[in-house]
């Protein structure tokens, strides 16, 4: 699966709090991947790793939407957006690479620690290299 959009959120709780929350489609016309992160992915070191949250699919407005949400659950603004060159999927592994917009490009491996991507399961994401912007 390749050249499908991704995009990070900055999701401000409306208890004061906020955390990231990563969107990935799987191709045009589908629900998007959505991981909870504690910081953006482009804050990561190579070779370090950070635990992701599946929190379920979400609507494709996403990619595109800033702004308030429904039922009181805080605002969202988008704080990065890319392309998916690479997204393999080898039993409890997926091996993605992500070109940023104005920035490099992340070759990751998340391992699914619960054996599948349901709503309340994690995933460990390992960064393994970046490169120049393509």
Partial sequence: MTGTQTVQLR???PE???????????GEGSLLVTIRLEDRLEHLETGSSTTGTFLGDHRRRYLVYEGP????RGEV???ATGCLLDWACHGDEWWITVQWKGGKSQRLRLE???GEPSRGSTCEIHYL???AEG
């Fill in 112 to 114: 699914l620690k619960d």
């Fill in 129 to 131: 290299e970046s490169s």
């Fill in 77 to 79: 603004s988008r704080v």
């Fill in 16 to 26: 004061g709090g906020w955390h990231i929350d990563w969107m990935l489609s799987r």
């Fill in 11 to 13: 999701h401000e709780e």
């Fill in 69 to 72: 949400l429904s039922d009181g």
